[in-house]
């Protein structure tokens, strides 16, 4: 016995879940009896019992030792599928925030989704997504991280298919779901690799093999490059990215969890695999190799996009990719550090933009300005969101930031210099966001815009309080012991990027009202960055086209070729019957002769 | 006794139904003979011993002893999960059936007839009886898949007919070089003394091929597939659940049962080329899928692909992709003929099966919200998404084969890739999108959705739970799997506390 709460924290998933089932409750017929808001709160309550429990968890659990658990699922010739269960301060943790920021992007939908007749789906989904992290991060397999991964998959088709009527959302559900499903199918291809190399799917059991350097490194580098196929899409990195973007037309709340807690889903399995990562070197290069051209390339896409969404899902790309390199470069505490102010602070920016969106109708930054003193709220919340994000002292990521530019700068100076490009460009964008939102004149569809409803307010507001005092549960929890490191050169490197970035972006867009580039000459490179190095063009005329024209070819191939050999025998079984019955003359003479010759004909066969 | 009363009952109903007097009382006849069907199976499974690898319950009556053809019968772990697949889809397809419809007497009593027939193969022990059955539910299926088909019925139906004939043929004629050729004085056909007996191996090398190009035609596998897009599509959907439920599981139970372990040797020297002929069947069944623009002809040609996954799991022989290979048949059966039902239902209220016709059915006013949501469960069901039956069954195929044929089997993972591709272009066009604002279809009652809703719940409580289907199977699996999966001694863990 532990405690109450230690023992059934097994059950922080089930609440969700049980609030999901419940949904189901609300099929049309009984939507139009009682409208569809009670399904809305009964998942707003199932998720406020998840995060009290995980609360009360988290006091217990604060300063024991990780506590393992195993529940076999079943056994079938001699291989068990055994779930451990691992409940430490880090797991229960990270369930406090799911939960946390589900709790509040649900309040935030009673206001945003007010007109909506879908709550039941709606709902029921994001309770889902809270099941499958809650579980993601309790479970310590390979093997049910892949499920509940591939799981969460599905769920992503069909909560970017909410409003599946809208021709947009339904091939960015049908991007979303493929995309993610070819980097989960490489995943499973590298935990089917990995079973008979290893014996195990056990994380601590394969840290302990991949360290114990009996593994052949070659086997090693392909599984290892298998398995970073999964976090790469859930993180949307390059190449398997372009889904965020896409999934941007599923309603705003849903993005708030998505791009805050969802897409870490992946650095976590990424940061629990380390061990494994680490023993090859190729791996290694290909994890920094990709976190970092995602992070650049993100950054500057960011930068060119006029929708507020966009902006922030390839942000979220970028900072993602950042976590791949911290993980990577084996500083994983950075990097659970970094999903973790990310997460608060992103969310908000991310509220803040649907409050806008909200009533204002667009969400195309160039047809918005003008708010920051009818908004001030909005404007208030956004802002300590962008200081949250970039490395604004004394806030969360500056401190991140430091220690991973400390930590980077001998011995791979150049991704020091990485983090702090990207974070400046980062600031740069946010600037740009923030300025041509609630800066200059309003335009016309900004000229009445009021605050929203009080279930949209209060959220921002208590976010925008957590985000402020990261700093203070960072000094808690003794993740920051001193002061005194912001004043030390990379401290004060962080520093100078975020401010010259925000200084710069401020001053341009302060200025600049248009969406135009800066010189008429850049235009084709702001169309490249826009047009997200086209890369959609890229794969129509690639993977898409070969697959596409390859089905045709062998349904061709099906129709005419192989069930042609077939029709062909029948036909021509028709054919000699129809000819051959004209060979009926009576003359028995010619049937013996037909006989005879048949029987030589058989006779010279076997005689040969 | 007790597996003669699951052959022969179907049959007596099928006779009693026809000579019901009223059209309802023929319904009630033959629910209440599947009901019992269905209880005889219940009741075996609980007397049925786990530990136990080989045949149960057996029964033996000699027939023609000097020809070797008895009527012995046993159940096992290969058989016990199709029997109960076979009843539980009989008594949906009874169930879904409108008693006052004409001919609709005829209908159930020649499914009663085939689900004997069935049964009857299942549970064979002697080579020639299960030939036999196999043989006699081709008549039924005939007049099954001609009466009730659409427009080019006969076409489809005589296509069916020829193809499933030469597929006995060349059973038939392995089967009694099986027997006549085994050296004793009398022939022999039982199955316990036919898998003890040596054949040399160029012997061995021609029967196991007549035996895979039988048993490929009727599973089917790539390329012998032809008649079945045209036969599914053809036929009613009550017929292609069946056909597609129940009846492919004939062919891969034969290669199961038969090919397999009756040739070890000649099987062992062909397997790498079996395992490559299934990744090559899995891919190509998905790609012909995807080019599909009927929806019902789209989810036909996912057999093609998903039968593949047994010949792969028979390729490699271990005992767990053994017990993949039994619980693939099982789900594949389930997940096939909801699919097929829901494309059905979606038919016959609509009008219409092509994908550029059909939108928005999601429409929670208009259109089939609960039957949409079923067709995106069966969708990524057959897509193997975790949590649904077809993913336990999958996963230990692939967990079970990679070790033997890793390419094949990354050629199969990518398949279930492409699965997800074309059930994703079905769900968008049908399911999702905007529902034409004049279009009212008729509605879909909730007794329409019953037999969809119970496949449904087969199919997810079988996927939390996948050890409800795999026990049965896995004695009997490791008493064929040659060679044992065993990964290598898992690495001491740390103390764990357990408590």
Redesign the interface.
């Given at each position: 016995?532990?405690h109450a709460l230690l023992?059934t924290l097994w059950l922080v998933p089930i609440y969700s879940l049980v609030g999901a089932a419940l949904s189901l409750v609300w099929?049309?017929s009984i939507?139009r009896r009682t409208g569809p808001r009670p399904a809305g709160y009964v998942n707003i309550l199932m998720t406020l019992v998840s995060f009290l429990h995980g609360l009360g968890a988290l006091g217990v659990v604060w300063g024991r030792s990780p506590?393992?658990?195993?529940v076999e699922?079943?056994?079938?010739?001699?291989?068990a599928f055994t779930i451990p269960v691992e409940i430490s301060t880090l797991t229960v943790g990270a369930i406090v925030l799911i939960t946390g920021l589900n709790l509040l992007a649900q309040v935030y939908a009673v206001g945003y989704m007010e007109m909506d007749?879908?709550w039941a789906r709606f709902y029921a989904l994001l309770s889902f997504f809270e099941s499958g992290m809650c579980a993601l991060v309790l479970c310590g397999s390979l093997f049910f991280s892949?499920?509940i991964l591939?799981?969460l998959?599905?769920g992503t088709?069909?909560l970017v298919?909410v409003w599946?009527?809208?021709?947009l959302?339904?091939?960015g559900?049908?991007d979303a779901?493929?995309t993610k499903?070819?980097g989960d199918?490489i995943l499973?291809?590298g935990v089917?690799?990995l079973?008979?190399l290893?014996?195990?799917w056990?994380f601590?059991?394969l840290s302990?093999?991949a360290s114990?350097g009996t593994a052949d490194p070659t086997a090693l580098a392909w599984v290892g490059l298998a398995l970073l196929a999964g976090p790469v899409g859930k993180c949307a990195q390059f190449p398997l990215h372009l889904w965020l973007d896409e999934a941007m037309e599923s309603p705003l709340p849903s993005s708030v969890l998505r791009l805050s807690v969802v897409v870490a889903t992946g650095a976590w399995v990424l940061i629990r695999l380390l061990p494994l990562l680490d023993a090859s070197p190729v791996v290694q290069s290909v994890a920094i190799a990709i976190g970092a051209a995602t992070a650049l390339g993100a950054s500057l896409i960011a930068i060119a996009q006029i929708d507020v969404k966009r902006i922030l899902s390839y942000t979220v790309s970028a900072y993602m990719g950042l976590v791949f390199v911290a993980v990577a470069t084996r500083n994983q505490e950075a990097a659970l550090l970094l999903v973790l102010t990310h997460a608060l602070a992103i969310a908000l920016v991310v509220m803040a933009a649907g409050s806008i969106i909200s009533n204002c109708i667009t969400q195309d930054i160039t047809q918005l300005g003008g708010l920051l003193l009818r908004r001030p709220i909005t404007a208030f919340t956004m802002a300590v969101g962008i200081a949250g994000l970039v490395g604004v002292p004394p806030l969360g990521t500056a401190w991140v930031f430091q220690e991973l530019v400390s930590q980077l700068w001998y011995g791979q100076r150049g991704l020091a210099i990485l983090v702090l490009v990207v974070n400046a460009l980062t600031a740069w964008s946010m600037a740009r966001l923030f300025w041509l939102v609630f800066g200059g004149a309003p335009k016309q569809m900004t000229l009445r815009s009021p605050e929203p409803i009080w279930l949209m307010v209060v959220p921002m507001m208590v976010l925008a309080g957590v985000v402020l005092h990261v700093p203070h549960l960072l000094w808690q929890w003794q993740l920051v012991q001193d002061w005194a490191v912001l004043g030390q050169h990379s401290g004060i490197a962080v520093m100078v990027s975020s401010f010259l970035g925000l200084g710069l972006g401020t001053l341009w867009f302060r200025r600049s009202r248009t969406g135009e580039p800066f010189v008429p000459w850049l235009l084709p490179l702001q169309n490249f960055f826009a047009y997200d190095f086209y890369t959609v063009k890229l794969y129509r005329y690639s993977i898409v086209w070969i697959?596409?024209r390859?089905?045709?070819l062998?349904?061709w191939g099906?129709r005419f070729v192989?069930?042609g050999i077939?029709n062909f025998f029948?036909v021509a079984t028709l054919f000699s019957g129809e000819s051959i019955k004209y060979t009926t003359f009576g003359q028995l003479q010619f049937y013996v002769l037909t006989i005879i010759g048949g029987i030589l004909l058989l006779f010279l066969l076997v005689a040969s | 006794m007790v597996l003669s009363a699951l052959i022969w009952l179907p049959i007596l109903g099928a006779v009693l139904t026809a000579l019901m007097p009223s059209a309802k009382g023929a319904k009630a006849t033959a629910i209440a003979t599947l009901s019992a069907v269905v209880g005889l199976t219940l009741w075996v499974s609980r007397q049925f011993l786990l530990t136990e690898g080989g045949f149960q319950f057996r029964e033996a009556l000699d027939w023609l002893p000097n020809l070797g053809v008895n009527y012995t019968l046993g159940l096992d772990g290969m058989s016990l999960p199709l029997v109960g697949l076979n009843g539980l889809i009989c008594w949906l397809l009874v169930f879904a059936q409108n008693a006052s419809a004409g001919r609709s007497r005829l209908l159930m009593v020649l499914l009663l007839l085939t689900c004997g027939g069935v049964n009857g193969a299942f549970l064979a022990t002697n080579a020639m009886l299960f030939v036999i059955f196999y043989e006699l539910e081709l008549i039924p299926l005939y007049l099954l898949i001609a009466v009730w088909g659409s427009a080019k019925k006969e076409y489809a139906a005589t296509k069916f007919l020829i193809f499933t004939a030469v597929s006995g043929i060349l059973i038939l004629a392995a089967v009694l070089a099986l027997g006549w050729l085994s050296g004793g004085e009398q022939p022999v056909f039982d199955y316990v003394q036919l898998r003890q007996q040596a054949l040399p191996l160029p012997l061995q090398r021609i029967l196991l091929l007549a035996l895979l190009i039988g048993f490929g035609i009727k599973a089917p596998l790539v390329p012998l597939h032809t008649w079945l897009p045209d036969t599914y599509v053809e036929s009613s959907s009550t017929v292609a659940m069946f056909l597609g439920g129940v009846l492919a599981k004939l062919g891969s139970y034969g290669i199961l049962r038969f090919a397999m372990p009756l040739f070890p040797e000649a099987w062992a020297e062909l397997s790498p080329w079996l395992a490559l002929w299934a990744g090559v069947g899995i891919l190509y069944g998905a790609f012909a899928a995807i080019a599909q623009k009927d929806i019902k002809r789209m989810v036909a040609y996912s057999s093609i692909g998903h039968m593949s996954y047994i010949l792969l799991a028979a390729a490699s022989g271990t005992a767990l992709s053994l017990v993949g290979a039994i619980a693939q048949m099982v789900s594949h059966g389930l997940v096939l003929a909801l699919l097929f039902y829901l494309v059905g239902l979606i038919e016959q209220k609509t009008g219409s099966r092509e994908l550029d016709v059909l939108n928005g059915l999601l429409n929670p006013i208009r259109g089939y919200p609960t039957t949409s949501a079923l067709l995106i469960l069966g969708g990524m069901a057959s897509a193997g998404i975790p949590g649904m039956v077809g993913f336990a069954a999958e996963f230990l195929i692939f967990q079970g084969s990679f070790s033997a044929y890793p390419l094949p089997t990354l050629m199969a993972i990518a398949g279930t890739g492409l699965t997800a591709v074309y059930f994703v272009i079905l769900l968008n066009r049908t399911c999702f999108g905007k529902l034409d604002n004049n279009l009212y279809y008729p509605k879909i009652s909730g007794l329409e959705s019953i037999p969809s809703l119970v496949l449904a719940v087969f199919i997810v409580v079988l996927g939390l739970q996948p050890a409800l289907l795999l026990r049965w199977s896995e004695s009997t699996a490791q008493s064929y799997g040659s060679a044992a999966f065993l990964p290598p001694p898992v690495i001491a863990l740390h103390p764990i506390s357990h408590d």
């Open positions: 016995m532990l023992d099929v049309p939507t506590v393992l658990w195993e699922w079943f056994r079938v010739a001699d291989l007749w879908g892949y499920v591939e799981v998959t599905l088709y069909l298919g599946y009527n809208q021709a959302v339904v091939t559900a049908r779901f493929l499903r070819a199918l499973l291809m089917v690799a079973l008979p290893a014996g195990t056990d601590n059991a302990l093999w114990s697959v596409d390859f089905s045709r062998v349904d099906d192989i069930d077939g029948g | -």
